[in-house]
């Protein structure tokens, strides 16, 4: 699946699924570019899960079951986490046969993967980064690029230092969550932070973090100069975002009216991607996607219980039908 450098597809459209556990499967990835996102993510899989999982299936099978890849998501990145750098580095030479590029997630702030000395983790201690790229790069067959955030807490922010340490490791861009590791998701996002980065390196820089609209889109790239915008939650709730971002992009800001989206006409379509191509079927993950596709739409505070309480597709179907 090799293709374009991220420099080329930045060019071409800024806006970026970001990885999301329990949220980027590939029904949600497929809706996200039919909404134009330019790029997508998928989930941060963490390497020890793929190694264990090609010895008892193979290959394919396990490719399959956990990401379940396909060409028309191009340009498609696969996130790996973890800490062991034999194991990170037969991940890559995995998955990378199924993407465009390999993403290190170096930023989760989530306790059991700090505990694993992931994620986040490598923030606190820089030093390691060198004992997991270097092997992850041989490793692989596309270019690799990373996650991080501006730092471990308010008292050691440090990602300028760590993206001239990638740069100089070989790593082809760096998207930035413009929060500490200790902040996890509250207030207080740094954007200047995130323009301090790509003052300080040649690689692309990808800003991340409290990007919610459309107008916001305009400020993050104001305020950051980055290359491109990652988008999580805000498309979590709202794929719509991606196709208001574009347009905002093209128009400007002034006299920029966001339009509101068509919940249920997302919903039905997301619903007939996963009946496509999910190799594996949950009720449950089609009714979280419900639920979130329902947020903040006019009838979605009568509407929630209601979709709690739903045992099937057709049940799901008919609230939207009814209240959207």
């Given at each position: 699946?090799?293709?374009?450098?991220?420099?080329?597809i930045?060019?071409?459209?800024?806006l970026?699924?970001?990885?999301?556990?329990?949220?980027?499967?590939?029904?949600?990835?497929?809706l996200c570019?039919?909404?134009?996102a330019g790029w997508v993510?998928?989930p941060?899989?963490?390497?020890d899960s793929?190694?264990a999982l090609?010895?008892?299936?193979?290959e394919?099978e396990a490719?399959?079951?956990?990401?379940?890849?396909?060409?028309?998501?191009s340009?498609?990145?696969?996130?790996?986490?973890?800490?062991n750098?034999?194991?990170?580095?037969?991940?890559?030479?995995?998955?990378s046969k199924y993407c465009?590029?390999?993403?290190?997630?170096f930023?989760c702030?989530?306790t059991?993967?700090l505990?694993?000395k992931a994620g986040?983790y490598f923030?606190?201690h820089?030093?390691?980064f060198?004992?997991?790229?270097?092997?992850?790069?041989?490793?692989?067959?596309?270019?690799?690029?990373?996650?991080?955030?501006?730092g471990?807490?308010e008292?050691?922010?440090?990602?300028?230092e760590?993206?001239?340490?990638?740069?100089?490791?070989g790593?082809?861009s760096?998207?930035?969550h413009?929060?500490t590791?200790?902040q996890m998701?509250?207030?207080?996002h740094r954007?200047?932070?995130?323009?301090q980065c790509?003052?300080?390196v040649?690689?692309?820089?990808?800003a991340?973090?409290?990007?919610?609209?459309?107008?916001?889109?305009?400020?993050?790239?104001?305020?950051?100069?980055?290359d491109g915008?990652?988008i999580?939650?805000a498309?979590?709730?709202n794929p719509?975002?991606?196709?208001e971002?574009n347009r905002?992009?093209?128009?400007g800001?002034?006299n920029?009216k966001?339009?509101?989206p068509d919940?249920?006409?997302?919903f039905?379509?997301f619903?007939?991607?996963?009946?496509?191509?999910?190799?594996?079927y949950h009720?449950?993950e089609?009714?979280?996607h419900?639920?979130?596709?329902?947020?903040?739409g006019?009838g979605?505070a009568?509407v929630?219980?209601?979709?709690l309480?739903?045992?099937?597709?057709?049940?799901?179907?008919q609230?939207?039908?009814?209240y959207f």
């Amino acid at each position: 699946m090799q293709g374009e450098s991220v420099r080329k597809i930045l060019e071409k459209n800024k806006l970026i699924l970001a990885p999301m556990e329990a949220v980027n499967c590939v029904a949600f990835r497929l809706l996200c570019k039919h909404y134009g996102a330019g790029w997508v993510y998928s989930p941060m899989i963490y390497a020890d899960s793929i190694v264990a999982l090609e010895k008892e299936l193979g290959e394919k099978e396990a490719v399959q079951k956990l990401v379940t890849p396909l060409k028309e998501e191009s340009p498609f990145s696969i996130q790996i986490g973890g800490s062991n750098p034999e194991k990170m580095k037969i991940a890559t030479e995995i998955f990378s046969k199924y993407c465009d590029f390999i993403d290190i997630n170096f930023g989760c702030p989530v306790t059991n993967i700090l505990g694993c000395k992931a994620g986040g983790y490598f923030v606190k201690h820089p030093d390691n980064f060198k004992k997991v790229i270097p092997g992850m790069i041989e490793a692989s067959k596309v270019p690799v690029t990373a996650k991080i955030r501006i730092g471990w807490d308010e008292n050691s922010i440090n990602a300028v230092e760590v993206c001239k340490q990638l740069e100089g490791l070989g790593i082809e861009s760096v998207s930035i969550h413009g929060r500490t590791v200790k902040q996890m998701y509250r207030s207080g996002h740094r954007w200047d932070i995130i323009k301090q980065c790509k003052e300080a390196v040649q690689i692309p820089i990808v800003a991340n973090g409290n990007v919610t609209n459309a107008h916001s889109v305009i400020t993050c790239l104001g305020q950051t100069k980055a290359d491109g915008i990652m988008i999580a939650r805000a498309a979590q709730d709202n794929p719509f975002i991606f196709t208001e971002g574009n347009r905002i992009l093209k128009e400007g800001p002034q006299n920029f009216k966001e339009q509101e989206p068509d919940r249920k006409k997302i919903f039905l379509e997301f619903l007939a991607l996963y009946k496509k191509h999910e190799v594996r079927y949950h009720f449950s993950e089609i009714r979280d996607h419900a639920l979130w596709f329902s947020k903040g739409g006019a009838g979605s505070a009568r509407v929630r219980n209601l979709l709690l309480k739903t045992e099937n597709e057709e049940e799901l179907i008919q609230l939207f039908e009814k209240y959207f």
